[in-house]
Each structure stands twice: as structure tokens, then as C-alpha cells.
């Protein structure tokens, strides 16, 4: 450990799976520099997970998604300028390690930790690092990410401390929900159309389980496939709408949470909340399987360097293998 860490950066811009899975990191920092601030900068799109976080400081968020959308060169000298009045720290982390969260970092100040060349997508956000870390991008994410922060801050994040660890978000609301049955949650949306289960084989889990069956939904796209499946088994029904914060508090409240590699999905690992991920053109690579939270992967063979958006092998899981893992961890 580094006594003269007083003032931590922790880059990590989007998205919101990756930063779910990064924000586990928090309490181990605090055990081991309770005196020490924690600053995070990401994007303002995700920013509201991490709101009033008891562990963040600061929180700093940019909009270079907009910057993207709209190629508004003065939205990017306004946040380079505003990057720059952060202030200085003892060390500022990325731990996305791509070019623009280096960039990002570089900005903020100088003494900057990342990937090496050989541990990351994009090799060249290695230049922009004062010191680096290496470890097999091919290795698991959540292992990578506690991988960083312990070689950047001299601490040691074990296995047993992630298995162990306290709800990763603070719980804000309370949601009543039926006490007769189990409560279950099934995320139906992704980033991808090849990570998406099939919402006919939704239903068959539904009517097999027999319990309250929640259809968490994000965008229009995905409430009419929700209300689809409530149409068609009694068992299901439509999830209020929610916002990030309002999302971690309704999926604390489920015994069991069944789900698309998806940022909501990862959520339930967070909170300590049993879980089900389908995978299908990824690979458990993305979650940390435990004795309550397990993936069932498809037959396909992932390249985890060069993922096959066209793979849609998670259609062909079979239902009934996923009421099988559902019933043993509902007991």
C-alpha cells in the first residue's frame, strides 16, 4: 500500500455493463485507504447509477457520446477545459483502456495508470500511461478489473473478497412486490440482436416456473416484446418503468434474475441477487460465475478478440435447461 494516496481518479466512461462490473472495485479502495477520496469520471448517460454512491467523492461526468452524435468541436473543448480543472491526484486509473478514456485520463493529469500494449483492445491507449498493468484481455473482465486496481494501488483483491463483497449500489427505493411466490426478473433487451433469447422460449420459462415473472424493459422496442409475453403467459408481467437507480432497487428486491448479457442483467451480480446470464456471441468472460450467479453459454466457439456479431446460437438454448438451473437456485 501507497501512504501518500490521498486523491483517486477512476476513469471509466461507458457502457453500462462495464461499469457495473468496475464499480465493485469501490469498497475494496475504501478498506484499504479509508482516508483517501475517490473521484469517477463517466459518461452523463450512465452517471445516474453512480449518483450519491457513499464511496464516490465526485462525481465527473462528460458527454462525448453527443460529441460523437454531432461532431460539435466546442462541446470538446469545453470538456477537455473542464477535464483540465479537476484538480490533481495522486493517481488517476482507467480501467476501460481504450484511446479515448486514456485520452481522457491524460487530460486530467499526469500520473495516469492503465493497460499495457498487450492487455487491451486498442494497444495505442498504452502510450498515454505513466505506469501499466498487464493481464490477458482474453482473462475474465470482472478478474481484470480488480486485477488493475490492486496492481495500481499495492492492495490485494482476492477471489474470496468478490464472493464476499457488500451490494455494489446503494438501494434508494422500495418496490412491493408479491410475498405468496418467488419473484423473478428477466431482462429482454441487449446491445446486440444475437444476444437476445427468443421471447417465445420467455414464455415457456414463465409457465414452467409458475412465479411472478417481471419483464424488465428500457425502450419502446423492448415494452412491446414485454407486453407480448405478458399477453401470452399468465405469469408475466410488464416491470414499471425504470430509471438506473430505480432499476438497481427493483432488481435487489428479486429472488432470481434471468437475462441477455446486458448491463441490467450484471446488476443482479452486484446486489447479491441470484442470477441466470445466456450467452450466446459472448462468453462467461463477462460475469463472475458463483455458487448463485452461473452462465449457460451456447454450442458456438467464441473468438473473445473477434466477437461474431452474426451468432445467434443463444436461440438455440434450451429452455428447460434454464428452468432446471431457475428451480435450483430459487430453493
Given at each position: 500500500?501507497?501512504?501518500?494516496?490521498?486523491?483517486?481518479?477512476?476513469?471509466?466512461?461507458?457502457?453500462?455493463?462495464?461499469?457495473?462490473?468496475?464499480?465493485?472495485?469501490?469498497?475494496?479502495?475504501?478498506?484499504?485507504?479509508?482516508?483517501?477520496?475517490?473521484?469517477?469520471?463517466?459518461?452523463?448517460?450512465?452517471?445516474?447509477?453512480?449518483?450519491?454512491?457513499?464511496?464516490?467523492?465526485?462525481?465527473?461526468?462528460?458527454?462525448?457520446?453527443?460529441?460523437?452524435?454531432?461532431?460539435?468541436?466546442?462541446?470538446?473543448?469545453?470538456?477537455?477545459s473542464y477535464l483540465r480543472t479537476l484538480g490533481e491526484y495522486d493517481i488517476i486509473i482507467d480501467m476501460q483502456g481504450l484511446i479515448k478514456s486514456a485520452v481522457v485520463s491524460r487530460i486530467i493529469g499526469k500520473s495516469t495508470h492503465g493497460f499495457d500494449k498487450n492487455s487491451t483492445r486498442e494497444a495505442l491507449a498504452a502510450l498515454f500511461y505513466k505506469t501499466k498493468s498487464t493481464i490477458p484481455y482474453e482473462n475474465n473482465v470482472i478478474a481484470r478489473n480488480a486485477y488493475i486496481i490492486s496492481d495500481a494501488l499495492h492492495i490485494n483483491i482476492t477471489h474470496d473478497m468478490l464472493l464476499s463483497k457488500v451490494p455494489v449500489f446503494p438501494i434508494r427505493e422500495n418496490f412491493e412486490l408479491r410475498t405468496q411466490t418467488k419473484n423473478i426478473a428477466f431482462v429482454i433487451g441487449a446491445s446486440w440482436d444475437s444476444k437476445i433469447y427468443p421471447k417465445e422460449k420467455i414464455v415457456k420459462i414463465c409457465d414452467?416456473?409458475?412465479?411472478?415473472?417481471?419483464?424488465?424493459?428500457?425502450?419502446?422496442?423492448?415494452?412491446?416484446?414485454?407486453?407480448?409475453?405478458?399477453?401470452?403467459?399468465?405469469?408475466?408481467?410488464?416491470?414499471?418503468?425504470?430509471?438506473?437507480?430505480?432499476?438497481?432497487?427493483?432488481?435487489?428486491?428479486?429472488?432470481?434474475?434471468?437475462?441477455?448479457?446486458?448491463?441490467?442483467?450484471?446488476?443482479?451480480?452486484?446486489?447479491?441477487?441470484?442470477?441466470?446470464?445466456?450467452?450466446?456471441p459472448t462468453t462467461t468472460r463477462m460475469i463472475y460465475e458463483t455458487p448463485k450467479n452461473i452462465g449457460i453459454k451456447s454450442s458456438s466457439d467464441v473468438n473473445i478478440l473477434k466477437i461474431d456479431r452474426n451468432d445467434y446460437s443463444i436461440q438455440d438454448i434450451d429452455y428447460k435447461k434454464i428452468v432446471k438451473e431457475a428451480k435450483e437456485l430459487l430453493k
Open positions: 500500500m501507497n501512504t501518500n494516496i490521498k486523491k483517486i481518479a477512476i476513469v471509466r466512461l461507458s457502457a453500462l455493463g462495464d461499469i457495473v462490473n468496475s464499480a465493485v472495485v469501490l469498497q475494496f479502495i475504501h478498506d484499504a485507504y479509508p482516508n483517501a477520496t475517490i473521484d469517477w469520471i463517466c459518461e452523463e448517460v450512465f452517471s445516474d447509477i453512480l449518483q450519491e454512491h457513499p464511496l464516490i467523492n465526485k462525481l465527473h461526468t462528460i458527454n462525448l457520446k453527443k460529441f460523437k452524435k454531432e461532431k460539435s468541436f466546442k462541446l470538446l473543448r469545453e470538456t477537455f414452467e416456473l409458475q412465479e411472478q415473472c417481471y419483464i424488465i424493459w428500457g425502450n419502446n422496442k423492448e415494452k412491446e416484446t414485454a407486453q407480448w409475453i405478458t399477453k401470452h403467459s399468465k405469469y408475466a408481467t410488464l416491470a414499471p418503468q425504470l430509471s438506473l437507480s430505480s432499476l438497481v432497487a427493483f432488481i435487489s428486491n428479486m429472488d432470481l434474475l434471468i437475462g441477455n448479457d446486458t448491463g441490467p442483467t450484471h446488476m443482479a451480480w452486484a446486489q447479491n441477487i441470484a442470477s441466470i446470464t445466456l450467452l450466446g
